[in-house]
């Protein structure tokens, strides 16, 4: 490895590691899971079995069930008194006592309408179970075994279902919402299934938990057909090192963390391009919605993701590499096609503020609409992935986001825990936008998203279609007619350092403890408020001082630089100006790069006759500026591992340094002699001293006149 990439290697750790201690506070606190290994790949997709069920579950109360019957069409409440008179003799009140009776891969269970709360599985653990030892996450609960699990499975699950095969769980209700499994916020899951290869679930609705609805852990096949989840502290569906998997036809909503989590898929396209023979996971005909995110997926590998709606959350999707202990990171290979992704506007984080989200579960007004959001998110966002890997994102429907509709941004391989060095910009590469519907609904109504794209601007092999609009950068790498075919491809080892400093203080953001990070307009920061605003006056604000006092006190015969000043703060002032206009792309920041890299190179041209060093590292620092300005609004420069702006904001440092330096030099007293006089130029002029007249109106004895123009 060549000594200007170790050096671009380390600085790249190095900031990354400046936000490792905001970032990996929240990484802390996402999904934690024992370690677990992916199936081995042998298993399929189960079949929906439509014969007799083996087993049936029911309530007692005769009334009650007829009442949620009475609407049913003539056929299928036929169907079900005739289920209801065999469960009375023969059948199971609970869930859990059926789940307890199968005896052999390949049964079905029936529930019956009515609400499952499942009061035998409610106690808190008692004798044994209450004093398991076990690791406990950063939420409290203990990381159970699966032999733990086996001997406590009500210690966290309303309904366990442990190493049951081929299993069927189905409600026989004309919808979803005529069986309802109800943990009551007394459990972190309300079914928990763990080891059961060829599970199928269908037709109930499960709620109120506080982690996940319906769990499928380790499952190597499995379906969520038809089912409704909500009202969770984290999520309403999460599947986990799982393959051979089925969501259709699925709703959730009101939930903390996302309706759909596909976290850890089997990884079986590791190494491949954007070909592949399958995916692990499909996800099709679901809705999700008033959730933080409609769907998310840590290490979310070959997940094919169509013709769902994901709507009204904070965000519409997101996958990302951010979160330590899941197989399969980072994450790569998610195909999302032909999905309507809008009007992802919410913002739930007054809930975090107010102190709503720190009441007990059950009296946070979840029914009422509350979502208390887990982790940090850009509201107003349509798909996010936040270090992804040859991911597909083609043909969907992306429109009224208050923010963008493509959020893209790396992260570093030390946050999820390997410290490699040839690991730590491997994301995010080959993410392709092509052919998707912007700023627009299925019926042609313009319905525009504010920007189209948000990206940090690292890694290589992203494109975008060639009609994106509003983008920041202004500039995009356009995809070719096929995959894999980039136009203007750039490889950046690091992202912009204005957006990093944005990630690195929206980071910071803990539920638990009410902490929502003061400067990021995630949560509501405006105008001076905003960490960009910031960074930008106060940068402003030191050039405008150092480069009016270096004028000042030593260029003031000069009209070169005179006039340059004058051009150097009105982009300085632009560029303050450009600040506020959070998410607006406007041409107003190259401008001002514009500006103030003319400002510096007339400066340089006007130190060049007494200060050639410091002339020519002020032209060096003009030309990376104008520089810069190509990158961010003509076309980001392929092949250079560091944005211009990275050098340039170096180089600036010496520069100001430098120049502070050069205008305090002390003048020298009247009838002093001065420096000497240089050898290879001949000039008598001191390297400190002023080329025009005296501050009091008289002149200075021991300066020559200034030639006309020039500048020492």
Not at 418 to 438: M, P
Not at 579 to 593: E, F, G, H, R, Y
């Amino acid at each position: 490895m060549s000594w200007t990439r170790r050096f671009v290697l380390a600085l790249s750790v190095v900031l990354a590691a400046l936000a490792a201690a905001l970032v990996t506070a929240p990484a802390a606190q996402a999904h934690e899971e024992r370690p677990i290994t992916f199936p081995d790949g042998s298993g399929r997709v189960p079949a929906l079995r439509t014969g007799e069920p083996d087993l049936l579950v029911c309530k007692s109360d005769p009334a009650d069930f007829h009442r949620r019957i009475a609407a049913f069409p003539a056929a299928l409440k036929a169907r079900n008194l005739a289920l209801f008179d065999r469960c009375r003799r023969q059948g199971y009140r609970h869930l859990q006592q059926a789940v307890d009776a199968v005896n052999r891969p390949g049964m079905t269970i029936a529930i019956l309408p009515g609400l499952y709360e499942e009061e035998p599985s409610l106690p808190a653990p008692a004798g044994a179970c209450a004093a398991l030892k076990a690791p406990t996450s950063s939420f409290g609960y203990q990381i159970l075994s699966y032999e733990q699990q086996k001997q406590c499975p009500h210690n966290q699950n309303l309904v366990a279902i442990l190493g049951k095969k081929d299993l069927q769980i189905e409600g026989t209700g004309a919808s979803r919402l005529d069986v309802v499994i109800d943990a009551r916020y007394a459990k972190l899951n309300a079914i928990r299934a763990d080891g059961s290869d060829g599970v199928y679930f269908r037709n109930f609705t499960a709620q109120r938990t506080t982690f996940n609805s319906l769990y499928v852990l380790a499952a190597d096949g499995f379906v969520i057909d038809d089912v409704l989840t909500r009202w969770n502290d984290e999520y309403g569906f999460l599947t986990f090192a799982s393959d051979h998997g089925l969501y259709k036809n699925c709703e959730s909503y009101g939930n903390g963390d996302s309706g759909i989590y596909p976290g850890s898929a089997s990884n079986i396209n590791d190494g491949r391009g954007y070909d592949v023979p399958r995916y692990s996971i499909e996800i099709t005909g679901c809705r999700s919605h008033h959730n933080m995110v409609g769907y998310s997926g840590t290490a979310g590998d070959s997940v094919w993701v169509h013709d769902n709606e994901f709507d009204h959350n904070m965000g519409g999707a997101s996958m990302d590499s951010a979160f330590p202990g899941h197989p399969g990171l980072p994450q790569n290979h998610a195909r999302f096609e032909r999905n309507l992704i809008h009007d992802n506007n919410q913002n739930y984080y007054p809930y975090v503020a107010d102190g709503t989200c720190a009441k007990p579960p059950a009296e946070r007004g979840y029914e009422q609409g509350v979502v208390c959001p887990q982790i940090s998110m850009p509201p107003g966002t349509g798909i996010i992935t936040a270090g992804g890997n040859w991911n597909l994102y083609e043909n969907n429907w992306i429109y009224g986001h208050q923010r963008a509709a493509f959020f893209l941004s790396a992260v570093p391989a030390f946050i999820r825990g390997e410290s490699a060095w040839g690991k730590q910009t491997d994301t995010s590469h080959h993410n392709r936008y092509a052919a998707n519907h912007l700023g627009v609904d299925r019926a042609g109504n313009a319905r525009p998203n504010r920007t189209d794209v948000w990206w940090d601007g690292q890694g290589s092999g992203n494109c975008w279609q060639p009609d994106t609009g509003a983008a920041t950068p202004y500039a995009l790498p356009a995809c070719g007619s096929r995959r894999g075919e980039v136009s203007g491809d750039t490889r950046r080892l690091v992202g912009e350092p204005v957006k990093l400093a944005q990630l690195l203080v929206c980071a910071d953001y803990n539920v638990q403890a009410r902490r929502l990070p003061a400067g990021c307009d995630w949560y509501g920061a405006r105008g001076i408020q905003r960490v960009e605003t910031q960074l930008t006056l106060g940068i402003a604000a030191v050039l405008a001082l150092v480069g009016t006092t270096l004028w000042w006190r030593r260029l003031r015969g000069s009209r070169l630089a005179g006039a340059a000043t004058l051009l150097g703060l009105l982009g300085l002032a632009l560029d303050v100006t450009a600040s506020t206009l959070a998410l607006t792309p406007t041409v107003l920041p190259a401008l001002a790069l514009l500006l103030t890299g003319l400002w510096w190179t007339a400066l340089g041209l006007a130190l060049r006759p007494h200060r050639r060093v410091f002339a020519w590292t002020t032209l060096t620092l003009g030309a990376l500026t104008l520089l810069d300005a190509f990158d961010k609004a003509v076309l980001m420069i392929p092949w250079i591992p560091l944005s211009p702006a990275w050098v340039r904001g170096l180089l600036g440092v010496v520069w100001v340094l430098w120049a502070v330096t050069a205008a305090a030099t002390r003048r020298p007293t009247p009838g002093q002699p001065s420096t000497p006089t240089s050898a290879a130029s001949g000039s008598a002029t001191p390297v400190g001293s002023p080329d025009v007249a005296d501050p009091s109106g008289g002149a200075n004895p021991s300066a020559p006149s200034a030639p006309s123009g020039g500048a020492a």
